[in-house]
């Protein structure tokens, strides 16, 4: 385990090394350490709107995409879990066929529909496009963990008068909050990697992120101390979601369909 860790954390120890010394120094030779640390690479990310704006794209369209699909795969869930209809399998699995399919699928479909109604370069329609890959992802997820709860505490809580959607929101909800925590985990972590769309859709107002680090390589060469600090600072929302959301995710590993 400890040689494992040791592989893991070594690329990010170098991510974080790089970020804090000058090009000079990277391009010099081999050092373990910063001779001189520098914090320029962090400051310019922050004070250039180019960059920072990238950011705050990214996140605003991955906290769309999550709070839309597990709004949408709460509903389909429960039906899938509770009740039985005519194609319900057959449905189920063409949602997972969906989750199934490679972006570079759908990139031109999106990008003549959302230029056609004028969502193009808006974190909406990278979070609408995602949310075809995430919702089913949800609904498979949710569905294992609503299935585990009995169905006698739906028909207990209609007798003693509870309307549904207070049921669902007071009764329902904390007993899958596990369920809910990992789908939106996951949905959150595909949008976030996710590059082909979000580049695809995109060119200069919703622009991401991950397409404004490839603004580093130009005709002089790659800026490599920016381009790693702005590696790092990617990395640590979703180490902050994992943060948050790891007892979640244990139990949904013991527990639900993960």
Do not use: H
């Given at each position: 385990?400890?040689?494992?860790?040791?592989?893991?954390?070594?690329?990010?120890?170098?991510?974080?090394?790089?970020?804090?010394?000058?090009n000079m120094e990277i391009t010099s030779g081999l050092t373990l350490w910063p001779r001189e640390i520098t914090f320029d690479n962090?400051?310019?990310?922050?004070?250039?709107?180019?960059?920072?704006?990238?950011?705050?794209?990214?996140?605003?369209?991955?906290?769309?995409?999550?709070?839309l699909s597990i709004a949408f795969a709460l509903p389909a869930a429960y039906?899938?879990?509770?009740?039985?209809?005519l194609g319900d399998k057959h449905l189920f699995f063409w949602l997972l066929t969906n989750r199934m399919a490679p972006p570079a699928v759908f990139a031109l479909p999106f990008f003549n529909l959302y230029s056609a109604?004028?969502?193009?370069?808006?974190?909406?329609?990278?979070?609408l496009a995602h949310c075809l890959f995430n919702v089913p992802l949800a609904v498979w997820i949710l569905?294992?963990?609503?299935?585990g709860v009995p169905r006698e505490i739906d028909e207990t809580a209609a007798i003693d008068g509870y309307s549904f959607p207070r049921f669902f929101v007071k009764i329902f909800m904390p007993l899958?909050?596990?369920?809910?925590?990992?789908?939106?985990?996951?949905?959150?972590?595909?949008?976030?990697?996710?590059?082909?769309?979000?580049?695809?859709?995109?060119?200069?107002?919703?622009k991401p992120i991950a397409a404004t680090m490839?603004?580093?390589?130009?005709?002089?060469g790659m800026d490599w101390g920016l381009l790693a600090a702005a590696g790092v600072l990617t990395i640590l929302?979703?180490?902050?979601?994992?943060?948050?959301?790891?007892?979640?995710?244990?139990?949904?590993?013991?527990?639900?369909?993960?």
């Open positions: 385990m400890t040689l494992y860790l040791l592989f893991l954390m070594l690329p990010i120890y170098w991510l974080v090394n790089m970020s804090l010394k000058t962090y400051v310019k990310i922050f004070t250039d709107p180019s960059w920072y704006s990238g950011y705050i794209n990214s996140l605003t369209y991955v906290v769309i995409n999550t709070v039906a899938f879990s509770r009740y039985q209809f109604i004028g969502l193009f370069d808006t974190p909406w329609a990278v979070a569905e294992g963990f609503m299935s899958i909050a596990s369920g809910v925590g990992v789908a939106a985990f996951f949905c959150f972590m595909f949008s976030w990697v996710e590059l082909l769309l979000a580049r695809t859709l995109t060119s200069v107002t919703a490839t603004r580093t390589v130009s005709a002089s929302p979703g180490a902050l979601v994992i943060w948050f959301v790891r007892n979640y995710i244990a139990k949904g590993f013991a527990l639900g369909r993960v």
